[in-house]
């Protein structure tokens, strides 16, 4: 086998590649990549059993082959040599050369044979939805994934794919984060996605117009983004109910600067630490809204004018989870409903219905 590239484009495949790769492996040829040869270029591939990361970069096909390199050591390698192209070489014993102009390495590598089979997500296209949309709706939800597995499927992103519409939805037990945007469904479906790989589905989406197309199969899914193929298993179980988690209506209603927010609730955080994680309590009176703070450390209390509609409130909330809510927003005001102190909060864009996160308030001590 003996191909030759650009080192530029097989370092930066290298980089994202490994991200499918475990540092250790009870199979040895899981913790390398797998090389194959094609008509006008090679295929990397990483993969965890999981899930996994294939691209193709063009090269010059000198002998055909396959082979398993070590990823972390070969990527190493790409990365620090200097010249414009890399040539590889594999030899009957597996002993596989890179060389450039200036330098050559000599490293063992494993017989592909070794390497488990990728899953073929054989069918046709389930839906399209444009990269920079997919790439916000992941970021915008993925913040409320349980990050414990004592419910495997809250540990997942649930995508809803109908009518035009893909939705997706995270959940923690604590707050909820959906997100909506137009996208072009061939086939009506939903399935639960981890949300390792929604993530790094998210940081391989390049800037640039392009559509995602994602096919499902019965138990994996398969992403094509900025010419890379991800695929997963997907999260198997019941998924919250979550529309019947969304209040109906609300008592009070108020439009807030989301910049004016954040800032009011971060100076109330800096007395809250790890051994002290007293909530905050939020009034909405009339005009204003005043953040309230107490613990060993101290007491702060900060205010800022709003647009309120509707009832006075008192309510108290998690620093972070309300901080979350308010970061992901991504828009200069944002639309927080209340039903009671004992409800959970809808943040929403002031028009429209793009994301609407939940978020559970925290039982203050003067309360009932």
Do not use: W
């Not at 090389?35 to 294939?54: A, K, M, N, V």
């Not at 044979?113 to 839906?127: N, Y």
């Not at 709706?137 to 409320?144: F, P």
């Not at 495997?152 to 945007?181: N, S």
């Amino acid at each position: 086998m003996k191909f030759i590239c650009d080192r530029q484009s097989l370092s930066e495949a290298m980089l994202n590649i490994q991200k499918a790769v475990p540092g250790k492996s009870n199979i040895p040829a899981l913790e390398g990549v797998l090389i194959q040869t094609g008509e006008d270029g090679i295929t990397l591939s990483g993969y965890d059993l999981e899930f996994g990361i294939t691209t193709q970069i063009p090269a010059e096909i000198e002998e055909t082959g396959t082979i398993v390199l070590p990823a972390r050591l070969f990527s190493d390698i790409i990365r620090k040599l200097s010249d414009d192209s890399v040539s590889v070489t594999v030899d009957a014993n597996l002993l596989t050369t890179v060389t450039t102009k200036q330098t050559e390495f000599t490293i063992i590598g494993i017989d592909a044979a070794e390497f488990p089979a990728i899953p073929q997500i054989d069918g046709e296209k389930t839906l399209s939805i444009d990269q920079a949309s997919l790439k916000s709706m992941i970021e915008q939800t993925l913040y409320a994934v349980a990050q414990n597995d004592q419910k495997p499927v809250h540990t997942g992103i649930k995508f809803e794919a109908e009518e035009g519409i893909l939705t997706l939805v995270a959940v923690d037990g604590y707050r909820l984060a959906l997100r909506r945007e137009p996208a072009q469904i061939l086939t009506p479906c939903d399935f639960i996605v981890p949300g390792r790989t929604a993530s790094e589905i998210a940081k391989l989406i390049k800037e640039e117009e392009n559509q995602a197309d994602v096919y499902l199969s019965p138990k994996h899914i398969l992403f094509q983004v900025s010419g890379y193929s991800v695929f997963s298993r997907l999260l198997e179980g019941n998924f919250l109910d979550y529309k019947n988690s969304i209040p109906k209506s609300s008592n009070t209603v108020v439009t807030v600067a989301t910049r004016t927010f954040i800032d009011s609730v971060e100076r109330a955080s800096i007395i809250i630490n790890d051994r002290f994680k007293n909530p905050l309590k939020i009034s909405f009176e009339d005009a204003t809204v005043s953040v309230l703070c107490k613990t060993p450390l101290g007491k702060v209390q900060d205010e800022f004018v709003a647009n309120k509609q509707g009832d006075d409130i008192e309510i108290g909330f998690n620093n972070k989870y309300l901080l979350d809510a308010l970061k992901y927003a991504h828009c200069d005001e944002v639309k927080l409903s209340f039903t009671s102190s004992l409800t959970p909060m809808t943040v929403t864009p002031p028009e429209g219905d793009s994301f609407l996160f939940l978020v559970l308030p925290v039982r203050l001590k003067n309360e009932g």
